[in-house]
């Protein structure tokens, strides 16, 4: 059994980072906004809001299509296959992005193999 720790791509931080990011701004624009909702509504916050979740919400799209170097060859993967659930030892059965969870047990992918030089490692 090898205790190696697996090495990580940082796909999931993608969609971490752009929920903090988003959590942060909301919370920046609710905090720093006057009590009056008239006052609030013509601020430069609110009108900044349609923008940025305009913003976030292509990112999300843009990031989980933005494909996978692998760490151990450092070949260039897709993101959207027929992956393999370890949890519940079932194929998807059509090709769906890594980041989303699986048809039958609604875990989430934590590692992925390399189509190229077959090592297991961290998304």
């Known amino acids: 059994m090898d205790d190696q720790a697996l090495r990580t791509v940082s796909f999931h931080f993608r969609f971490k980072f752009l929920a903090i990011t988003t959590i942060a701004f909301l919370l920046y ?3 720093s906004s006057s009590s009056e909702f ?3 509504a ?3 916050q609110f009108k900044l809001m349609g923008p940025y979740f305009i ?3 292509i990112l999300y799209f ?3 299509k933005f494909p996978v170097k692998c ?3 450092h070949k260039t993967m897709p993101t959207k296959k027929d992956w393999h659930c370890p949890d519940c030892d079932k194929t998807q059965g ?3 992005f890594l980041m989303e969870k699986c048809i039958h047990c609604k875990q989430i992918l934590a590692t992925s193999v390399c189509d190229h030089c077959k090592q297991e490692f961290r998304l």
């Open 29 to 31: 624009v609710i905090l």
């Open 38 to 40: 008239d006052q609030f």
């Open 42 to 44: 013509s601020s430069m």
């Open 55 to 57: 913003c976030a919400g």
């Open 62 to 64: 843009v990031f989980r």
């Open 71 to 73: 760490p151990y060859c």
């Open 94 to 96: 059509k090709d769906r």
